[in-house]
């Protein structure tokens, strides 16, 4: 019977799902990310979540128990920050949460004739005004960037709509094509695995989206590590996407295959 981790050398690990929900701490994954500490595997936390900037997800994730340092923390935020300005912005519409936006300190918000309109994570603060005014600034020639594209979020409340809804009405109202930042887009696996210094087929992805993470791993040539927490659900497995393997949680990967 083989250690999991001898089947890699390195790990791409999503947060919101694996590592928490919502607010709650899955019970665990603490402990699961210390010990990747301890046997000195190489990994990076590789999340969509854009409702922080990466500084205040780092200092939230601290306070919950996670051990982890700026930068082995990648977020589709700060991904989309870094893509504006290798395209010196000057402008941009946010349809963000405040915290967020400071990811993209130095680019001045514009509401009326931004140069982008980048969407991701606002809950219950989209709106029509907020979604209209992008749209006539996407039609206006601004560019339209996603974060990502995920369709639902789970958290402790339940099942939301996620950001994914909303970038497709703005495409499907300007009949613009949305530049994905974020996760499954390969320019971000890129990223981690530049990071991590390994080939793709000795890296896992370990992630609670069958589509988004696993799928989108597999494309990249890596091995995609499902679990079972998170936005996990049972007729994922039957949707013809086979991960590698199926966790009930990160805690399994120290078990025996």
């Known amino acids: ?112 004739a931004p140069e982008f309109v980048v969407v991701g994570d606002m809950g219950a603060s989209f709106t029509f005004p907020r979604l209209n005014r992008a749209m006539r600034a996407i039609l206006n020639g601004a560019q339209l960037v996603a974060l990502h594209k995920k369709r639902i979020w789970r958290t402790e409340e339940g099942l939301f709509l996620d950001a994914g809804p909303f970038v497709v009405a703005l495409e499907y109202a300007t009949e613009v094509s949305a530049l994905v930042i974020g996760k499954p887009s390969s320019s971000y696996f890129h990223m981690a695995l530049d990071e991590l210094q390994l080939p793709p087929a000795r890296v896992a992805m370990i992630g609670d989206d069958i589509e988004i993470d696993v799928r989108g791993a597999q494309l990249m040539g890596m091995q995609g590590w499902l679990v079972k927490t998170g936005r996990f659900r049972r007729e994922d497995l039957g949707r013809g996407i086979w991960p590698e393997r199926v966790l009930n949680s990160i805690s399994d990967i120290f078990s025996e295959a």
């Open 1 to 112: 019977m083989a250690d999991l981790l001898s089947t890699v050398d390195g790990l791409l690990i999503d947060i919101d799902g694996v590592l928490t929900r919502g607010s709650e701490v899955i019970p665990g994954a603490p402990e699961a990310i210390r010990a990747l500490r301890a046997r000195g595997i190489p990994h990076r936390f590789l999340t969509n979540t854009t409702i922080y900037c990466r500084q205040s997800l780092l200092e939230r994730l601290s306070a919950m128990g996670f051990e982890m340092e700026a930068d082995e923390l990648l977020t589709a935020t700060y991904a989309a920050a870094q893509y504006l300005r290798s395209q010196n912005a000057r402008s941009y519409y946010p349809l963000l949460l405040p915290d967020a936006q400071l990811e993209f300190e130095g680019i001045e918000v514009d509401e009326e």
